[in-house]
C-alpha cells in the first residue's frame, strides 16, 4: 500500500466510483457515508442518497456521525422515517445497499448477528437493522469488509442477509426479487464480483500492490481468480476531498 493513501482511502475511493449518477443509495453508518458523500462531489452530483432513518436526498454538510445523525436530513428532499425507507425500498425504487458483515460466504450471504454458537456466542453483534431489508429488495447489494480466514467463511455462524443464498435461483425460490442480489465486495486486497452462471465469488480488481495470491490465502472458500483489471489509485482532488472537505478530523477516514 503506498504512503500517500490508508487503505480506507482507497477503499472508499474504489467504493465511491460504483456508485452512478442519478441513481438511488442506501447508505450506511461508516465507510459508506463517505463514499457516498464523495460520488457527491464527483461523479455523480445526482444521485440520491437515503439514510435508514428516514434523511432522503440530503446535501450533507460535513460527515454525519450516524444514519441517525440530523445531517442526514440537511437541505434533503425528505425527512422521512424508516418506514418510508423500507417502503421506498419494497417498491423496487433503491437501486444500491450498502452493508458491513461480520462474515460473508462464497454466495455472499452476511452474518452481523453473532460469531460461534447462538445461545452461548463468542462475539454477539447489534444484529441486522435494516441489514436484511437492504439485501434482500435493493436492486444490488455492495458489500465493504476486511478480509482473513475468519470473515470469508465457507459456512457462516448465522445467515442475518441473503445474497444469492444455495446459489442459482436461489433468491427467486425463496419469494426474493428477480435481479437483485450482491453485486461487488469491496476489501483490503480487491474488489470481487459474482459469476452469472455459479453466483459463486471471483476477483474484479487487485489493489495496487497486493500479490494475486494474497485473494486466497485470506479466505477459508476458493474465490476465482481469472482476469482482473487493478483497481485505480485514489486522485489527489479526491484525496483533498475527503481530507479537508468530507472527514477532515479524520473520524472515520
Known amino acids: 500500500m503506498s504512503d500517500d493513501y490508508t487503505p480506507t482511502e482507497l477503499l472508499t475511493t474504489v467504493a465511491a466510483s460504483l456508485i452512478e449518477d442519478e441513481s438511488t443509495v442506501i447508505v450506511g453508518t461508516g465507510m459508506p457515508m463517505l463514499a457516498a ?40 428532499i425528505q425527512a422521512a422515517g424508516m418506514h418510508d425507507v423500507m417502503s421506498h425500498m419494497q417498491a423496487g425504487f433503491v437501486d444500491y445497499g450498502f452493508l458491513g458483515a461480520a462474515q460473508i460466504d462464497q454466495y455472499g450471504n452476511l452474518n452481523s448477528t453473532v460469531i460461534g454458537d447462538w445461545e452461548q456466542p463468542t462475539v454477539r453483534f447489534p444484529g441486522s437493522g435494516g441489514a436484511n431489508d437492504i439485501g434482500s429488495l435493493a436492486h444490488e447489494t455492495i458489500v465493504a469488509m ?47 464480483g459474482f459469476d452469472e452462471e455459479s453466483r459463486e465469488m471471483k476477483l474484479e480488481f487487485l489493489h495496487p500492490g497486493i500479490e494475486e495470491d494474497t485473494v486466497n490465502e485470506h479466505s477459508s472458500f476458493e474465490i476465482d481468480v481469472g482476469e482482473y483489471e487493478r483497481s485505480p489509485e485514489p486522485t489527489d482532488e479526491q484525496l ?10 479524520g473520524i472515520i477516514r
Request: charged share 25%; net charge negative; glycine share 12%.
Open 146 to 192: 476486511r478480509q482473513d480466514e475468519s470473515s470469508f467463511v465457507e459456512e457462516l455462524d448465522f445467515r442475518t442477509t441473503p445474497g444469492y443464498l444455495e446459489g442459482p435461483g436461489s433468491r427467486a425460490d425463496a419469494g426474493l426479487p428477480r435481479e437483485t442480489g450482491p453485486s461487488y465486495v469491496i476489501t483490503q486486497y480487491g474488489v470481487y
Open 37 to 76: 458523500m464523495l460520488a457527491q462531489k464527483t461523479h455523480a452530483p445526482d444521485a440520491t442518497m437515503i439514510y435508514e432513518a428516514g434523511g432522503i436526498g440530503p446535501d450533507a454538510p460535513e460527515l454525519p456521525i450516524s444514519v441517525g445523525d440530523e445531517r442526514t436530513f440537511h437541505h434533503g
Open 240 to 249: 483533498r476531498l475527503l481530507r479537508e472537505e468530507i472527514d477532515p478530523r
